[in-house]
């Protein structure tokens, strides 16, 4: 009431008030983000549940040339799996999921490389 009377406006502590219940329900809710990876022979989709503005992407099966690893950038000592994608204006690089270690990025980068019958070979890129 204090702040209220020496004309500080009411939004401050509304905005302030909301930013912190956001991060607290993110914080809280974490354990329940998913991602989802679909593949069948036409498609590989990447669905993020819940969304948190995430859009999920789909991509063509035969354009993808080649996945590898990487170290996150950010140092948090996760790991990114990328993919190499032929396009019509040349090859692009695309994340396509974070995991927190090096097996699970390894098995991954396996299983679909396996299911989309792509050879596996060394990307400059790649760090791991």
């Given at each position: 009431m204090l702040h209220f009377a020496k004309g500080i406006p009411i939004y401050y502590p509304i905005i302030f008030t909301l930013g912190a219940l956001y991060f607290i329900y993110r914080a809280l809710n974490y354990s329940k983000n998913k991602t989802y990876i679909d593949i069948n022979d036409r498609a590989l989709s990447i669905k993020y549940r819940p969304k948190n503005f995430k859009k999920d992407k789909t991509f063509d099966a035969v354009e993808i040339d080649q996945?590898?690893?990487?170290?996150?950038?950010?140092?948090?000592?996760h790991y990114s799996?990328?993919?190499?994608?032929?396009?019509?204006?040349?090859?692009?690089?695309?994340?396509?999921?974070?995991?927190?270690?090096?097996?699970?990025?390894?098995?991954?980068?396996?299983?679909?490389?396996?299911?989309?019958?792509?050879e596996h070979r060394k990307v400059p890129e790649a760090t791991v």
């Amino acid at each position: 009431m204090l702040h209220f009377a020496k004309g500080i406006p009411i939004y401050y502590p509304i905005i302030f008030t909301l930013g912190a219940l956001y991060f607290i329900y993110r914080a809280l809710n974490y354990s329940k983000n998913k991602t989802y990876i679909d593949i069948n022979d036409r498609a590989l989709s990447i669905k993020y549940r819940p969304k948190n503005f995430k859009k999920d992407k789909t991509f063509d099966a035969v354009e993808i040339d080649q996945l590898y690893i990487r170290h996150a950038v950010d140092g948090s000592g996760h790991y990114s799996i990328y993919m190499i994608i032929n396009g019509l204006k040349g090859q692009k690089h695309e994340k396509l999921i974070n995991v927190n270690t090096l097996s699970k990025a390894k098995y991954l980068e396996q299983e679909i490389e396996g299911y989309l019958k792509i050879e596996h070979r060394k990307v400059p890129e790649a760090t791991v």
